[in-house]
């Protein structure tokens, strides 16, 4: 599943150990640009995304599963990312990821192409 919006908060890394070793888990919270716009928590585990290169105000695009499990009769449901990218395109004057990092000055022409199709969803 896919969703893009910006990033509105980091919250606290989170660490420990497990029975498969030690474990790590930055979740932020990403808003969604609608006419009713939503907020959704979305986590990652490990080093799979490195959230270095994204800050507070960058809009992004999040590709991620939802995954719930059961504990002692109740249910924990969770959005994991495993994959996150600058969200690109010309349209978006005020979009503030262009030029406020340095490694995403390369990035909006490979991203344009694609948003120019988002628009055109079948659904």
């Known amino acids: 599943m896919d969703i893009s919006g910006k990033i509105i908060q980091f919250l606290q890394v989170q660490s420990?150990?497990?029975k498969n070793g030690t474990w790590k888990k930055q979740e932020f919270i990403l808003e969604t640009g609608d006419?009713?716009?939503k907020k959704v928590?979305?986590?990652v585990w490990g080093?799979?995304?490195d959230m270095g290169s994204f800050k507070t105000?960058?809009?992004?695009d999040v590709s991620f599963d939802v995954e719930?499990?059961?504990y002692n009769g109740r249910w924990y449901t969770d959005v994991k990312a495993w994959k996150m990218a600058p969200k690109g395109g010309g349209g978006n004057s005020s979009a503030p990821v262009p030029g406020n990092n340095s490694n995403f000055n390369t990035m909006p022409g490979t991203f344009e192409a694609s948003s120019g199709g988002d628009d055109d969803l079948p659904f």
């Open 35 to 37: 006419n009713y716009p």
């Open 47 to 49: 080093d799979k995304i």
């Open 41 to 43: 928590c979305i986590a």
């Open 16 to 18: 420990g150990q497990g």
């Open 57 to 60: 105000g960058d809009l992004v």
């Open 68 to 70: 719930s499990r059961e």
